[in-house]
């Protein structure tokens, strides 16, 4: 691009911006692989625990440890992506801090699971839903938004339900919370 | 005829500049200098205009051993290009 060669039309000014404007639209569609990872990883624990209850294995909530080395992995990827990073758009930054609060809150629901009876996979059932409505709704993609809504009425469901069978609805959550909607962003990419 | 124009943002590269930290939070250099097809030289040299306007910001910082410029629009630069793009409809509305 040259500069001040002659004077400007309004319509090149305006060709300027649109051009612009479309080159800053990053491919904010690309986020599928923290859905796919999540999706799994927990899908993984809620199955786990559900079968080792129903091997009357001691406390198969242990299962839970794998989500341990996944956080690990979340935050490198995280920071090594910032690093490779070199533009960012208002998406990735509300992006980032609404999954940041949304982790945090995990972890304190977590650590005071005690007081509110362990109801844990219907509480963060419920709350999960916040983040990826609100995602589904930032990068205009339905599915995220229902993904969403399954994780609420799954939340309800769990409420109602016995603790045993509370991980089989907590992985048919992530499976249309995460699994689902991660896999269709995915083919969009192509 | 383009009298109520910002003459600062009225050239080809500032206003690529402008248009592209409109849309992003910030944006590092060599994006800058690749979105507009530019030279590092001259986009050097329209960041300091616009940063010594107050319309951008500039910070240098380091990513690991790799020297980085990042910038990203002020609020009076966000102002300026509202009042820039509101000038550029009235004209083309007078017309």
Not at chain 1, 95 to 122: C, D, E, P
């Amino acid at each position: 691009m040259k500069q001040e060669s002659g004077e400007l039309t309004a319509a090149q000014s305006l060709d300027i911006i649109a051009a612009m404007i479309r080159e800053a639209k990053s491919n904010i569609r690309s986020n599928y692989f923290f859905f796919l990872f999540w999706g799994w990883v927990v899908a993984l624990a809620n199955l786990g625990v559900f079968v080792l209850q129903k091997l009357a294995v001691e406390q198969p909530y242990l299962v839970w440890a794998i989500t341990i080395p996944a956080w690990i992995y979340t935050l490198a990827r995280m920071v090594r992506g910032r690093k490779t990073q070199r533009a960012t758009t208002h998406f990735d930054r509300i992006s980032r801090w609404l999954w940041m609060t949304f982790g945090v809150v995990i972890f304190t629901l977590v650590f005071f699971g005690f007081k509110i009876n362990y109801q844990l996979n219907a509480v963060l059932l419920v709350v999960a839903a916040i983040p990826t409505v609100v995602s589904g709704v930032i990068l205009k993609f339905r599915p995220l938004v229902a993904g969403g809504a399954v994780f609420w009425v799954c939340g309800v469901v769990n409420f109602l339900i016995p603790m045993e069978a509370q991980s089989l609805i907590g992985a048919i959550a992530i499976v249309c919370g995460y699994l689902i909607p991660g896999y269709k962003l995915k083919s969009k990419e192509g | 005829m383009f009298k109520d124009l910002d003459p600062l943002l009225h050239s080809q590269l500032r206003l690529a500049v402008m248009s592209l930290l409109m849309s992003l939070e910030s944006a590092e250099f060599t994006f800058l200098k690749e979105k507009t097809n530019s030279t590092a030289g001259n986009l050097s040299v329209q960041l300091d205009k616009l940063s010594s306007a107050g319309y951008i910001k500039i910070d240098k910082s380091f990513k690991g051993k790799k020297p980085v410029t990042t910038c990203r629009m002020t609020k009076q630069g966000i102002a300026a290009f509202e009042n820039y793009v509101n000038a550029l409809k009235n004209y083309i509305g007078d017309r």
